[in-house]
């Protein structure tokens, strides 16, 4: 793997390349700040294989997965002896990034998480990973990124339960440096809650092993906006540019903003997918300066500056695609009626229109983020994105 900063716009923000190789077949480069489509079992929750390809390449082409996943199938070993994932799903033109948590299925289960191993929530019940046993899924797996495993904690746990967190995910991570398998690059987890101290701690910790990359983990799990930025740049403070930064947690546009402003490469987020299943499309605006004109003003329940609510009466007899200039398969076959009525009958057919729409604009949302930091526009893109934001829902308010 190889990674380059490219473009700084505005102090931390930044767009670089990621180039991956080996374990997708094929050499693959990725333009970031960019997205980390999330999966099920290495595969979008309502895309099917064959039409992977409608979406935007290469930018759809990173994804990731949670290992524990895998836990109510097929075995390790028979993954192992098929080839590892790319060769068993036929993903060879894709990047596969494997992370413990999936903010879907397999939640952190701090409270049950010990110096043995940490604890989640998965699709088999509450399990204990231990090191070794997570190592030996990565091996049988063969991914093109792998994070090590981490003790993540939510912000309201005790200092001495935060700080036992830390000390158990630098060991951690010398545990699954020392059984790494031959292939795939290691990106160390970063913890410490809502802790600036115990945040640096970790990062200066990490930082001294070699390793690809890093993921920065433990948001999404009580801490506010306004701790992140802090939390945020104490960590990437202390991290060397030259190397990859992976965020998990941060979902929202205005989250991406936050994160990219504060010097983030990669995110990991389920907003597709709780769109998605919600039946909302994303509509907000997509141009250089983020969000130049307002939607109109929507009575539909959920609606707002960012989506649509497409199970209201109102599109029952809408005839128009999602978004006019939107070119996404959906788009450019569908109409709002049409999709009104499969969520109304309950067809699964609406959830994987929705999500090639809706992962389609996000995609385009974080190309946008790309351009504005070339040209040196990131901070007046943020501006205007979060004003036209504030503004729409000032008027949803007066309408109320």
């Not at 397999?106 to 989640?120: D, H, I, R």
């Not at 740049?233 to 202390?238: E, G, I, M, R």
């Not at 009104?340 to 946008?368: D, K, P, S, Y």
């Amino acid at each position: 793997m190889k990674y380059a900063v490219k473009a700084w716009s505005n102090g931390m923000a930044r767009a670089g390349v990621l180039q991956l190789g080996g374990g997708c077949g094929c050499p693959l480069e990725i333009e970031t700040p960019s997205l980390l489509l999330p999966t099920r079992k290495c595969l979008p929750h309502f895309i099917s294989p064959d039409l992977l390809p409608s979406l935007p390449s290469p930018d759809s082409r990173l994804l990731q997965f949670s290992p524990l996943h895998f836990l109510d199938g097929i075995s390790t070993q028979t993954i192992s002896n098929l080839g590892g994932l790319h060769q068993m799903l036929g993903l060879h033109e894709y990047g596969l990034v494997a992370v413990p948590r999936d903010s879907i299925q397999c939640l952190p289960a701090s409270e049950a998480t010990n110096k043995v191993g940490a604890s989640f929530e998965t699709p088999c019940g509450r399990r204990l990973i231990k090191p070794k046993e997570y190592m030996e899924m990565i091996s049988s797996m063969r991914p093109d990124i792998w994070v090590t495993l981490a003790d993540e904690v939510p912000t309201w746990v005790s200092e001495k339960r935060n700080n036992s967190s830390v000390d158990r995910t630098i060991r951690w991570l010398d545990e699954c440096i020392a059984l790494r398998p031959l292939g795939g690059d290691i990106f160390g987890s970063i913890v410490g809650g809502a802790n600036l101290q115990q945040r640096q701690r970790c990062a200066e910790e990490v930082a001294k092993r070699n390793l690809s990359g890093y993921l920065i983990g433990g948001f999404g799990l009580g801490e506010s906006m306004d701790e992140r930025p802090a939390l945020l740049k104490t960590v990437c403070d202390n991290l060397p540019e030259e190397k990859p930064r992976l965020v998990c947690g941060l979902g929202l546009p205005e989250e991406v903003l936050q994160g990219v402003a504060a010097g983030i490469d990669l995110f990991d987020t389920t907003y597709i997918y709780h769109v998605t299943i919600a039946g909302f499309a994303l509509t907000f605006p997509l141009d250089k300066i983020g969000a130049s004109e307002l939607i109109p003003y929507s009575s539909d329940i959920g609606s707002d500056q960012a989506k649509i609510n497409l199970r209201a009466t109102v599109y029952r007899k809408d005839t128009t695609p999602i978004v006019q200039s939107c070119s996404c398969y959906t788009c450019k076959n569908h109409t709002k009626a049409y999709i009104n009525h499969l969520l109304n009958v309950h067809e699964m057919l609406a959830q994987t229109l929705l999500e090639i729409h809706n992962t389609h604009h996000f995609l385009g949302f974080f190309r946008l983020i790309r351009e504005a930091i070339k040209e040196g526009e990131f901070d007046r893109f943020r501006e205007k994105f979060i004003h036209n934001r504030r503004e729409h829902l000032a008027v949803s308010a007066v309408h109320a």
